[in-house]
């Protein structure tokens, strides 16, 4: 047998849709703070690292929520 990954997939009595409604709306969430840590970096992060080094990281990790 080979190693695999298996994915399983939930259907409530409605079907998928209100799973994909509510992932739907934790990504937009987790985008939305992203945009607010964005908005304050120069503010909160010159005293630990550098605000451009942060930038970067947000937009990162700002790809990766995206391909969800």
């Not at 259907?11 to 939305?32: E, H, R, W």
């Given at each position: 047998m080979g190693v695999g990954i298996t994915?399983?997939?939930y259907l409530t009595q409605n079907g998928?849709?209100?799973l994909m409604t509510k992932l739907?709306?934790?990504?937009?969430k987790a985008l939305k703070l992203l945009d607010e840590i964005e908005a304050?970096?120069?503010?909160?992060?010159a005293i630990t690292?550098?605000?451009?080094?942060v930038l970067v990281m947000i937009e990162?990790?700002?790809?990766e929520i995206n391909k969800l």
């Amino acid at each position: 047998m080979g190693v695999g990954i298996t994915i399983v997939v939930y259907l409530t009595q409605n079907g998928m849709i209100p799973l994909m409604t509510k992932l739907k709306v934790m990504k937009d969430k987790a985008l939305k703070l992203l945009d607010e840590i964005e908005a304050n970096v120069s503010t909160c992060c010159a005293i630990t690292m550098e605000p451009d080094e942060v930038l970067v990281m947000i937009e990162q990790l700002r790809d990766e929520i995206n391909k969800l």
